[in-house]
């Protein structure tokens, strides 16, 4: 049997089409493995997002041009693959760089993997064209002992692309224009994950909250409709989704998080800055004051919501001042969770031409700043947690026996001690302690019926009190 090695880099949707990749090539007798030096096949799935990022590719291919003249050395072939949105953005460019490189495939082109692998035992390919077709359609339906072995929780991708242009994003470029898939064939997928034993979902899109995707009515169904149909169906215990952008955060998404309780109590709502200034040089359409709004809505629609954001500093033409109103929003708000990054230029991108970069030094400095912030803040979260019983979802062993890891309700890492349970259950956990990246706490039979306790938040509640997540 020949083995496949998949390495993936950046978003959610990365790791769900290095899935589908894998299901791709089962046909062809692939099995997946994680080791490489064993590998028949490497695919290494990248990220554009950041230059680092994109750097990292480079570096792991000479790892692999290193482990492919080893097994060349023993007589055994290997074919290299890159594929995801560096392929997209570089094309040609990565053949010439990289000479151990096989194929080069986009986003929107894996689903002819096959194809294309046929096509390099000739030549070096590379395949970055947007596909006429819905690649979704051309997909393997799902297998269900596979999708059993990759555990409990499932990411769902139910859109694709941006049209919002921010100046900084590379994304509209290497994922195209927004397209969103029909609602039956998403619910289609859905319920063939609920039936191999998935009970969290997580639907994803690099504008997911922009959903617009046509109903069995006829009819564009957004998000907030689709995630009610989502939560009819049996054995779905929990859903969640990622990514949004404030613009698309209407009244029906918001009033889905008052009226499912499936959805659970955790946005990941990326906000970028907090200087309206920025924000326009961004091309980001919504201002600082414009967020707070939106946060109000949320909290008065479910009090407990968790927040978590993305952040840039050191965008193009940032002055203290600017910075200083990010950290402010900051405070204000009160995010549990976040990914914060210096700025970093992406070629072909407005912002990358600006003039005014930021100093690195200065760069530096700003993100040791807001990164402490929200640090105490996801701290503040942990040490508030104790105590309280919240559910947890059980989706794997712990690191030592007896012990057994799942998730709370705000994508808190928890660790259990084994009472009985088994993976897939949800159960209702008592936190006895707070580490720095998990909590642990114990199963509490006499309360088992009782409803999850939560904390009290106001919308207008301080920094630490409002610190409601930990990721």
């Not at 980001?284 to 939106?294: E, Q, S, V």
């Not at 302690?433 to 088992?448: D, E, K, Q, V």
């Amino acid at each position: 049997m020949k083995k496949v090695y998949v390495k993936s880099y950046g978003c959610q949707m990365n790791v769900y089409d290095a899935e589908r990749m894998s299901d791709v090539l089962a046909p062809e007798g692939y099995a997946q493995t994680d080791r490489p030096e064993e590998a028949d096949l490497v695919i290494l799935n990248t990220c554009h997002i950041r230059e680092k990022a994109a750097e990292k590719v480079y570096s792991e291919l000479g790892r692999v041009r290193q482990t492919k003249q080893e097994r060349a050395q023993a007589g055994r072939e290997t074919k290299v693959v890159v594929a995801g949105c560096v392929a997209q953005a570089e094309g040609a460019e990565i053949l010439k760089r990289a000479q151990v490189v096989d194929a080069v495939v986009g986003p929107q082109s894996y689903q002819r993997l096959r194809e294309i692998l046929r096509a390099a035992e000739r030549r070096r390919v590379v395949d970055t064209e947007f596909p006429v077709a819905d690649k979704f359609d051309e997909l393997p339906a799902l297998d269900a002992r596979r999708v059993r072995g990759r555990g409990v929780t499932a990411f769902l991708t139910v859109q694709e692309g941006c049209d919002k242009f921010c100046s900084f994003c590379v994304v509209p470029y290497t994922r195209g224009a927004e397209v969103s898939r029909p609602v039956a064939k998403v619910l289609a997928e859905a319920r063939t994950l609920a039936e191999a034993g998935v009970r969290e979902i997580t639907v994803i899109g690099q504008n997911v909250n922009a959903y617009h995707g046509e109903g069995p009515d006829g009819r564009t169904w957004g998000l907030a409709r689709l995630l009610r149909a989502l939560a009819e169906i049996a054995g779905v215990a929990r859903l969640r989704y990622t990514t949004s952008h404030p613009r698309d955060m209407d009244e029906e998404l918001i009033a889905a998080h008052r009226d499912l309780p499936s959805l659970m109590p955790y946005l990941h709502l990326p906000v970028q800055a907090g200087s309206d200034r920025i924000l326009a040089a961004m091309n980001r359409k919504h201002t600082g004051d414009a967020y707070r709004r939106i946060i109000e809505r949320v909290r008065a629609a479910r009090p407990d919501i968790a927040l978590s954001s993305d952040f840039i500093v050191g965008f193009p033409g940032e002055s203290d001042a600017d910075f200083e109103e990010t950290m402010r929003l900051v405070a204000d708000v009160g995010f549990a969770s976040a990914f914060s990054f210096k700025y970093s230029p992406r070629p072909g991108t407005p912002a990358a031409d600006e003039t005014a970069q930021v100093p690195e030094p200065v760069k530096a400095e700003r993100l040791a700043r807001l990164q402490a912030l929200l640090e105490e803040q996801r701290q503040a979260f942990n040490r508030d947690t104790v105590g309280r019983t919240v559910e947890v979802l059980i989706e794997k062993s712990g690191r030592h026996p007896g012990q057994l890891a799942g998730k709370s309700p705000y994508l808190q890492a928890v660790v259990v001690e084994n009472a009985g349970l088994s993976v897939g259950d949800v159960v209702p956990v008592t936190i006895v302690r707070a580490g720095s990246n998990s909590l642990f706490g114990g199963t509490n039979a006499s309360r088992a019926g009782a409803p999850p306790t939560q904390p009290d938040v106001s919308a207008n509640a301080s920094a630490g009190e409002a610190a409601l997540a930990v990721q």
